[in-house]
């Protein structure tokens, strides 16, 4: 069963902006606020590499790369996970990805090796393609 979905992505020029999103099923209905929630993202050819997590004392971390351009927030009572991303670069188009961890678990300290023994549930993906 799909779990986590996101939407927002396509195609734009460097230097604009794209919002993505992340919905939770019901099988977070009463536990939503209790995990870390995280963006992943990958190019072809390259590995999966960590983008944002959000943890449930309301802390976020961030890769080097993105760091000042995107912004990850949560909405606990809609059970969302949203990234803000401004000044895009041809150097974000990849796939991007949602994830959670699991149930009471901070973020690990290496959460951007994106680990499936930290982060449990997937979602399917959404294409962001970036123009020069």
């Known amino acids: 069963q799909v779990q986590l979905v996101e939407s927002g992505g396509g195609s734009v ?3 604009e902006s794209l919002r ?3 919905a939770a099923s019901a099988y977070y209905a009463y536990t939503y606020s209790t995990y870390c929630m995280g963006w992943f993202r990958q190019a072809p ?5 960590g983008v944002a997590v959000s943890d449930y004392d309301g802390s976020t971390s961030y890769a080097d790369s993105v760091k000042g351009r995107f912004t990850i927030s949560r909405d606990n009572a809609k059970r969302t996970l949203d990234l803000q991303m401004n000044s895009l670069k041809p150097e974000d188009t ?3 990805y949602c ?4 149930l009471g678990a901070h973020c690990s300290g290496s959460w951007h090796r994106g680990s499936r023994a930290d982060f449990i549930n997937w979602g399917q993906g959404t294409q962001v ?3 020069s």
């Open 13 to 15: 020029q460097a230097g």
């Open 20 to 22: 993505l999103s992340c």
């Open 45 to 49: 050819g390259k590995e999966r590499e």
């Open 94 to 96: 990849a796939m991007y």
């Open 99 to 102: 994830a959670a961890g699991r």
């Open 129 to 131: 393609t970036v123009s």
